[in-house]
């Protein structure tokens, strides 16, 4: 049985939530995981086989933490400021590559690039058809996944804030107008590409191609 951890920031936004979830979701399918989850970075690392983190308040100086004697792997997604997270550890961008990282310093420890955006199955398995007008969907809340996946699907178009949101509409092909960017690590969402979705598989493969090493 594998032991995971996951720290995540359950204070800002809720996409670090819906990345992790869904992360959470397809590694429960490969092997037999026992989880954890923190809303801070509070745990012993020695305690764990994989640790997840995907929240922008951990710093550098915890990350490096892990590098010795911790035998485990260290996930990091990050599309804010990847220039934290340590070599050696996997590093998680499903936006277009921010500066740095065509470098090469994360060529072989990287998951980069909009074929590993995490989406939800909701989405991914959604066609779109149109019909319905524009729709704004930058400030419905209440709704669920199911909803605003059957939303996207149904509209001639959607506007979107350019997080997670922007990428979600992607991978439904629905096309979109993406003019609101409520933080920096937003801006290259706004660039329009497609998305198959398939990117939190290709995620967990290399997740438990790594740890089948370790």
Known sequence: ?????????????????IRSQC????????????????????QDPSDFDLV??????VTRKQLEAFSSPWPGLLVVVDDYQPARVPSWALLVNGTFLPPGCHS??????ACLGPNYAIIRREFREIGWHGGSGQVDLRNVYGLSATELARLMAAADSVTVAGGMRCQEAACVGVPEINVVVESDNQVGNRKAWPIDGLGVYRVADEIMRRLSKL
């Open 1 to 17: 049985m594998y032991r995971a951890l996951f720290v995540v920031d359950q204070e800002n936004g809720r996409g670090h939530q």
């Open 52 to 57: 997840i983190v995907d929240d922008y308040r």
């Open 23 to 42: 992360l959470w979701d397809e590694l429960a399918t490969r092997e037999d995981w026992q989880f954890s989850e923190s809303g801070v970075y509070q």
């Open 104 to 109: 090469g310093r994360y060529s072989h420890n």
